[in-house]
Structures are given as C-alpha cells and as structure tokens.
C-alpha cells in the first residue's frame, strides 16, 4: 500500500470514527439534575447509580448538583435551569397551588421517600417527652424547613396548644438547641439527629418524635421532571427512573459501599458518618413498612389525595392542591424491576 492509500483508508477511518461519535452523541440525552440538600450519606441514592455508569448506559448524560432545599429545587426545575431534581412533595404541591397559571410546573414522577423524615427533636433536660409537651414552647428551624411548614398538621393531629417559632440559618438550628436558645426543634431525623450528636449531645439525651409515628402520615422525597422534558422526551425519564431504581437497590442493600460515590464527590465528608446517615434514612423513609406496602416507588391514591388537602389547609395556598396534577405513575418502571428495590 502506498502513502496515497494509506492517507485515503486513515481518512476514511476518520470519518467513520467521528460519524459514529456524533451518532452516540446525538442518542446521549443531557439531564442536568438537581439534589434537595448538600452531598451526604442520602445523596449516595443518586451520586451511586452516576458511579456505576447506569445512566450513562441507558443513554444519558447526568450532571447532578447539590441543593440548598426543596423549595429552591423545585423553583429551579420550573425555572428550566434543571430537567430533574428530588424534593420534598409537600413542597411541590406548594408550588402547584400558588402558581395555578404556570405552564412550567414540575411533576413528580417517582416516589422515593414514603414517610416524612420531618421530626421534632428535643434534648430530655427540656422536659419534653410527647407532642402534649410541646405547648408555649420555643421551636427553632430555618423558615423553610419541611418539618416547620409542616408542623399545623403534626400540631391537630396531636393536640397541641400554641408555640412559639424562632428563625436562624440551617447551620445553627442544632448548636441553638444544644446551648438552650430554643426548647426544640424540626428538621429531617436523619440529618438533625446525627448533627445534635456532632456537637456532643449523647443520643440516650434526645427525644425524637417523628411525624409518621404521631399520626402524620405525609409523604416525604419525590424524584420531580419538568413538564418540558416530559412532554418531549418521556423515554429519557423512563430511562433515568429505571436506571436510579437499579442503583437504589444496590444503596439499600449495602450502604457502606454507596457512600464510597459521596466521599468521590466531596472528599472531606466523615465517610463513617454518612454511612450512618444513610442507614438511617434507609430505616425509617425508604424501607419502611409503609414503603414496603405500597411499593417501592408509587403512592396510595388515598393518602396522596389527604395529603394534598393537609397541605392546602397548613400551607394556606392560594388555590386547592390537585394531587392528579402533581403526580404521575405513567413513567415508571415495570412492577418487575421496582419490586426488588426494597429488602424485606
């Protein structure tokens, strides 16, 4: 073979490579996605399945970011800034009443934490013990806390007369408890708990009272999409939930290993810690009993449609939540694939 032949078959290999490059490039579907909170041990959910390279094998170019609350990812999901993101429900359903005219209003496509992880937490010195004790106390959390916006509903549920609310920023709601600021607080049980211990309260001196164990039986995290990318392209979301359900079973089945996806994103977290965290989560919202009788991923209709009106009364929104608006079962994965998520 002359030079000749060699530049015209290096050419031709060329061209080859690079039409079957745009070829996969044009059948990768970018999604850029968007977490509640920041990278710890409940992240691995998400961060875990990226790792693995299984929306990169169901033809998807996930970017996921951290988040700084529900509120703030489902804001950014309808903005269009995100094409997914994971949020408290209550906080979606919010969003839906007070913005009835929105065309962008995101949908929740799966369900991933059954149970509110809200809770209220309280150190035993305060006297605190059941929800009846809570009365003309002081509450302290960040005024967008899932727990706090929630807490009319937790208060009828359990009778409790009046309190009274203190604000601060996230990072202080558990060092303002521990030095006797307020007389309790709310926050995820999983997050506010492991932090009160990080600042030295042993947990035989915390009260915990969770919402689903007093008669609040709200769902928690949903995965949401934008009524753009729905409309669109619904196989990308199909794709993402498949992908997330195979990954999520991995997580629940050995969570030490998943955290090693959140320590690759942020490397000073406290990999023992997070485990931890995650157990924790794992426990109480996503393999719950709730969870496990009503299937990994769905939702009762009943219950969805007694949240929605919990939340029209506690939210006090503009118009009455719709929960067929907020919620769609059409995208998910066959029954096949989402019944071995959860353990038994």
Same mark, same amino acid.
């Given at each position: 073979?002359?030079?000749?032949?060699?530049?015209?078959?290096?050419?031709a290999?060329?061209?080859?490579?690079?039409?079957?490059?745009?070829?996969?490039?044009?059948?990768?579907?970018?999604?850029?996605?968007?977490?509640?909170?920041?990278?710890?041990?409940p992240?691995?959910?998400?961060?875990?399945?990226?790792?693995?390279?299984?929306?990169?094998?169901?033809g998807?170019?996930?970017?996921i970011?951290a988040?700084?609350g529900?509120?703030?990812?489902?804001?950014?999901?309808?903005?269009?800034?995100?094409?997914?993101?994971?949020?408290?429900?209550?906080?979606l359903?919010?969003?839906?009443?007070?913005?009835?005219d929105?065309?962008?209003?995101?949908v929740?496509v799966?369900?991933v934490?059954n149970?509110?992880? /809200? &809770?209220?937490?309280?150190? *035993?010195?305060?006297?605190? =013990?059941?929800?009846?004790? @809570?009365?003309?106390?002081?509450? +302290? $959390?960040?005024?967008?806390?899932?727990?706090?916006?929630?807490?009319?509903?937790?208060?009828?549920?359990?009778?409790?007369?009046?309190?009274?609310?203190?604000?601060?920023?996230?990072?202080l709601?558990?060092?303002m408890?521990?030095?006797?600021d307020?007389?309790?607080?709310?926050?995820?049980?999983?997050t506010s708990l492991?932090?009160?211990?990080?600042?030295?309260?042993?947990?035989?001196?915390?009260v915990?009272?969770p919402?689903?164990?007093?008669?609040?039986?709200?769902?928690?995290?949903?995965i949401? /999409? &934008?009524?753009?990318?729905? *409309?669109?392209?619904?196989? =990308?979301?199909?794709?993402? @939930?498949?992908?997330?359900?195979? +990954? $999520?079973?991995?997580?629940?089945?050995?969570p030490?290993?998943?955290?090693?996806?959140?320590?690759?994103?942020?490397?000073?977290?406290?990999?023992?810690?997070?485990?931890?965290?995650?157990?924790l989560?794992?426990?109480?919202?996503?393999?719950?009993?709730?969870?496990?009788?009503?299937?990994?991923?769905?939702?009762?209709?009943?219950?969805?449609?007694?949240?929605?009106?919990?939340v029209?009364?506690?939210?006090?929104?503009?118009?009455?939540?719709?929960?067929?608006?907020?919620?769609?079962?059409?995208?998910l994965?066959?029954?096949?694939?989402?019944?071995?998520?959860?353990?038994?």
């Open positions: 073979m002359n030079k000749r032949q060699l530049l015209q078959s290096f050419l290999a060329s061209a080859l490579s690079f039409g079957l490059s745009s070829a996969l490039a044009q059948l990768t579907t970018p999604i850029k996605f968007q977490l509640d909170w920041r990278f710890e041990g992240a691995a959910l998400f961060l875990h399945p990226a790792a693995k390279g299984y929306f990169k094998a169901a998807l170019d996930v970017t970011d988040g700084n529900s509120g703030g990812t489902v804001t950014r999901v309808a903005s269009g800034a995100y094409d997914m993101g994971f949020a408290d429900l209550a906080a359903m919010e969003f839906h009443a007070n913005n009835p929105s065309p962008n209003k995101p929740a799966m369900m934490y149970n509110t992880p /809200a &809770s209220v937490m309280a150190l *035993k010195k305060s006297g605190i =013990a059941k929800p009846a004790d @809570l009365a003309g106390k002081k509450l +302290g $959390a960040p005024v967008f806390d899932a727990g706090r916006r929630a807490f009319p509903i937790f208060a009828k549920a359990n009778n409790i007369g009046a309190v009274n609310w203190t604000a601060m920023d996230p990072t709601r558990e060092t408890l521990i030095r006797g307020i007389d309790a607080i709310t926050g995820f049980t999983f492991l932090n009160l211990e990080a600042r030295g309260a042993k947990a035989a001196d915390i915990v009272l919402y689903p164990d007093y008669g609040v039986k709200l769902y928690g995290n949903v949401i /999409a &934008s009524p753009k990318l729905i *409309k669109e392209n619904p196989e =990308a979301v199909k794709k993402f @939930l498949s992908a997330f359900a195979k +990954g $999520a079973k991995e997580v629940i089945a050995n030490a290993v998943a955290i090693e996806s959140v320590k690759a994103r942020d490397g000073i977290i406290d990999s023992k810690l997070e485990t931890r965290r995650l157990q989560a794992i426990d109480t919202v996503i393999n719950s009993a709730d969870a496990r009788s009503e299937g990994f991923g769905t939702v009762n209709a009943g219950r969805m449609s007694l949240m929605a009106s919990q029209s009364d506690a939210f006090n929104t503009k118009t009455r939540v719709s929960p067929d608006a907020v919620w769609t079962a059409a995208l994965p066959p029954a096949a694939e989402l019944n071995g998520v959860l353990r038994k």
